[in-house]
């Protein structure tokens, strides 16, 4: 026995005509059983159901005229309707399931009750749960194509999800993590857009985060190294409502971009009040750095040699507070400016660096190389009695012993360059008073 396909017909049986109409406008299915109604004349003849071979007639071909058949009746059977409250507590019950079997490591099954829970064939709200759910669990397992995968479908199934700002955010992440920095940007810019739908508990949630989406454009653009946009982006933050650590992160953000710009007039201004206004902070540091370089690209020599030997002479400046961090930053600064000025053939100003360098810290992986520049300045300066003072100190370290510290490679081979430029001063000097000797006689 099959059922009748669903369409518009009419039955001879006045008494079944209008709840039959109530039954199709409610989507129900009819089947045929028994003996043929009493026929009304009056009335238009019942469309006879399908062949037994499938859509077509009995004989198989499409389009065949049908006999009406009178040796049936028509019943009403009801489609069988969802248990929504059914199904949620069936997917919720699957989400636990397969999140704890996702903590335990096993990762395959717990996949395999998330696509149980997401096959419920109604779209319920806890659904979202669910997907919301898979996108956490994946991006904290650094599967972040499947994290991204899947809270893309949870805005896709739910787009006026209350959840939409937090989910564009962690996409934005998600992409800028996996290089997809333009697309970071685009969904950043989602986190804004979905934020102006927030209801009025959620407005000052979610004001804080279009904040941050904000701040993560415009970093993003600076990691695109497009300068311009990122600073015009860091430029209108800076005139926002910010906290102190925010204001000071944009700020630091926006001498940076001057500096890369090439705005480098424009950046001594900036560098001077940020070291002014924030005495100690972690980027003061790289702040005085980029100010001593600022000045030493605008071919203000003397500003930039006072700057460092300034820096490198305050062992007990507030940037000691910063401990290795400020001398990663004295260190590549002193080196950076004395080497430039070496190479330019100011042999003066890069022996004050280098001099200032060697007494700021008297471990040998700091101080020889130093010292080694040192002597190739008093040899550029004719000065071959201080440059021979200078490698015997390497040579000939005060005590001689360093304890449990560890000199790598580099520091060693230095000292065996110090030999071969004592040795060569050595015989030039020898040389020299050999032909004064000989000179004279």
Same mark, same amino acid.
């Given at each position: 026995?099959?059922?009748?396909?669903?369409?518009?017909?009419? *039955?001879?049986?006045?008494?079944?005509?209008?709840?039959?109409?109530?039954?199709?406008?409610?989507?129900?299915?009819?089947?045929?059983?028994?003996?043929?109604?009493?026929?009304?004349? =009056?009335?238009?003849?019942?469309?006879?159901? /399908?062949?037994?071979?499938?859509?077509?007639?009995?004989?198989?071909?499409?389009?065949?005229?049908?006999?009406?058949?009178?040796?049936?009746?028509?019943?009403?059977?009801?489609?069988?309707?969802?248990?929504?409250?059914?199904?949620?507590?069936?997917i919720?019950?699957?989400?636990?399931?397969?999140?704890?079997?996702?903590?335990?490591?096993?990762?395959?099954?717990?996949?395999?009750?998330?696509?149980?829970?997401?096959?419920?064939?109604?779209?319920?709200?806890?659904?979202e749960?669910?997907?919301?759910?898979?996108?956490?669990?994946?991006?904290e397992?650094?599967?972040?194509?499947?994290?991204?995968?899947?809270?893309?479908?949870?805005?896709?199934?739910?787009?006026?999800?209350?959840?939409?700002?937090?989910?564009?955010?962690?996409?934005?992440?998600?992409?800028?993590?996996?290089g997809? $920095?333009?697309?970071?940007?685009?969904?950043? !810019?989602?986190? $804004?857009?979905?934020?102006?739908?927030?209801?009025?508990?959620?407005?000052?949630?979610?004001r804080?985060?279009?904040?941050?989406?904000k701040?993560?454009?415009a970093?993003?653009?600076?990691?695109?190294?497009?300068f311009?946009?990122?600073?015009?982006? !860091?430029?209108?933050?800076?005139?926002?409502?910010?906290?102190?650590?925010?204001?000071?992160?944009?700020? /630091?953000?926006? #001498?940076?971009?001057? /500096?890369?710009?090439?705005?480098?007039?424009?950046?001594?201004?900036?560098?001077? =009040?940020?070291?002014?206004?924030?005495?100690?902070?972690?980027?003061?540091?790289? *702040?005085?750095?980029? $100010?001593?370089k600022? /000045?030493?690209?605008?071919?203000?020599?003397?500003?930039?040699?006072?700057?460092?030997?300034?820096?490198l002479?305050?062992?007990?400046?507030?940037?000691?507070?910063?401990?290795?961090?400020?001398?990663?930053?004295?260190?590549?600064?002193?080196?950076?400016?004395?080497?430039?000025?070496?190479?330019q053939?100011?042999?003066?100003?890069?022996?004050?660096?280098?001099?200032?360098?060697?007494? !700021?810290?008297?471990?040998?992986?700091?101080?020889?190389?130093?010292?080694?520049? *040192?002597?190739? #300045?008093?040899?550029?300066?004719?000065?071959?009695?201080?440059?021979?003072?200078?490698?015997?100190? *390497?040579?000939?370290p005060?005590?001689?012993?360093?304890?449990?510290?560890?000199?790598?490679?580099?520091?060693?081979?230095?000292?065996?360059?110090?030999?071969?430029?004592?040795?060569?001063?050595?015989?030039?000097?020898?040389?020299?008073?050999?032909?004064?000797?000989?000179?004279?006689?």
């Open positions: 026995m099959k059922p009748y396909r669903q369409m518009n017909f009419w *039955i001879a049986n006045p008494g079944l005509n209008n709840f039959l109409g109530l039954a199709l406008a409610c989507s129900i299915s009819v089947v045929s059983i028994g003996s043929p109604p009493p026929v009304d004349d =009056h009335a238009p003849a019942p469309v006879a159901p /399908y062949g037994e071979d499938g859509e077509d007639g009995e004989d198989g071909e499409e389009g065949a005229e049908l006999e009406p058949r009178e040796d049936r009746v028509v019943i009403i059977e009801p489609k069988k309707i969802l248990d929504k409250q059914a199904a949620s507590a069936e919720l019950k699957y989400m636990e399931l397969a999140s704890s079997l996702w903590r335990s490591g096993d990762h395959e099954l717990a996949e395999e009750y998330f696509s149980a829970a997401l096959g419920a064939p109604a779209r319920l709200p806890e659904k749960n669910v997907l919301f759910a898979m996108g956490e669990l994946y991006r397992s650094g599967k972040h194509p499947k994290a991204a995968a899947a809270y893309e479908r949870l805005v896709e199934e739910f787009p006026n999800s209350r959840r939409a700002p937090i989910v564009f955010m962690e996409l934005g992440h998600l992409y800028r993590e996996m997809g $920095l333009e697309l970071a940007i685009s969904k950043y !810019y989602m986190v $804004l857009n979905s934020s102006l739908n927030a209801s009025v508990d959620q407005v000052e949630k979610f804080r985060l279009s904040l941050k989406a701040i993560e454009i970093k993003t653009h600076m990691d695109l190294l497009d311009e946009e990122a600073f015009r982006q !860091y430029d209108l933050l800076s005139r926002l409502d910010l906290d102190p650590i925010e204001h000071r992160s944009v700020r /630091y953000r926006v #001498c940076h971009l001057l /500096y890369n710009m090439g705005s480098y007039q424009q950046a001594v201004s900036k560098l001077k =009040h940020f070291l002014e206004e924030y005495k100690v902070s972690p980027q003061s540091p790289e *702040i005085r750095y980029l $100010l001593a600022s /000045y030493e690209k605008l071919n203000r020599k003397p500003d930039a040699l006072r700057e460092v030997v300034l820096i002479k305050r062992q007990s400046s507030p940037d000691t507070a910063l401990d290795n961090d400020g001398d990663y930053w004295k260190q590549r600064m002193g080196n950076e400016l004395a080497n430039e000025f070496y190479q053939g100011d042999y003066r100003s890069a022996l004050t660096i280098y001099q200032s360098l060697a007494k !700021y810290n008297a471990t040998p992986n700091w101080r020889w190389p130093a010292i080694h520049q *040192i002597g190739l #300045c008093f040899e550029r300066l004719g000065l071959p009695e201080k440059a021979v003072m200078a490698y015997q100190e *390497i040579l000939d005060e005590n001689g012993d360093f304890g449990d510290q560890e000199l790598d490679a580099g520091i060693l081979s230095l000292r065996e360059m110090a030999k071969w430029r004592l040795d060569h001063l050595n015989w030039e000097g020898d040389l020299v008073a050999r032909l004064n000797v000989l000179g004279a006689r």
